[in-house]
T-cell receptor, first 118, second 112 residues
């Protein structure tokens, strides 16, 4: 299995809602990432988990809360979002975020969740 | 912070033509990755480069890791309509944090 899967594919939520995005990989990768992407822009890194521990938080507002329940799963909990948070949210994984071999840092992306905040 | 300058920003070419795009930086990178993204999908890894001067091919795609470690290019030969999409370069700076720095992307359109 060489896929990163994400659910849901699309999500529409109000500013007072609480929702969660889910990401799963079964490649045995030990690093997982959340990115935010606006139309026609490159992905922007939000969080990095390495060996199930949060290693990087790119000064993301607290209304985004990541969680890594185990080495295969990554969640992003959303609460009190703003309309400007509407974007494509991408999950990625790599064999090892600080790998001894360069190939360990190749990041594989999921298809993304298209989030719309009303 | 580190930035990657990717050019051109967009290209509109005829089917069958060759395409070239590149990324440059004022800082060095340990790894260069090239991704393609179709509308509404996640980026797909095309080619990974690990050593300065390395030249790697993947079908009609060829990419090189610049000798100074500050640049990389991607060539696509004999373009076809399914090559349409946005191509991103990404570099991993020294430090092994797992962070990637992305270029701004090159949008490719192919006219049949």
């Amino acid at each position: 299995d060489t896929e990163v899967t994400q659910t849901p594919k699309h999500l529409v939520m109000g500013m007072t809602n609480k929702k969660s995005l889910k990401c799963e990989q079964h490649m045995g990768h030990r690093a997982m990432y959340w990115y935010k992407q606006k139309a026609k822009k490159p992905p922007e890194l939000m969080f990095v988990y390495s060996y199930e521990k949060l290693s990087i938080n790119e000064s993301v507002p607290s209304r985004f809360s990541p969680e890594c329940p185990n080495s295969s799963l990554l969640n992003l909990h959303l609460h009190a979002l703003q309309p400007e948070d509407s974007a494509l949210y991408l999950c990625a994984s790599s064999q090892d975020g600080a790998g001894a071999l360069p190939s360990y840092n190749e990041q594989f992306f999921g298809p993304g969740t298209r989030l719309t905040v009303l | 912070g580190q930035q990657l300058n990717q050019s051109p920003q967009s290209m509109f070419i005829q089917e069958g033509e060759d395409v070239s795009m590149n990324c440059t930086s004022s800082s060095i990178f340990n790894t260069w990755l090239w991704y393609k993204q179709d509308p509404g999908e996640g980026p797909v890894l095309l080619i990974a480069l690990y050593k300065a001067g390395e030249l790697t091919s993947n079908g009609r795609l060829t990419a090189q890791f610049g000798i100074t470690r500050k640049d990389s290019f991607l060539n696509i030969s004999a373009s076809i309509p399914s090559d349409v999409g946005i191509y991103f370069c990404a570099g991993q700076p020294p430090g092994n944090t797992g962070k990637l720095i992305f270029g701004q992307g090159t949008t490719l359109q192919v006219k049949p």
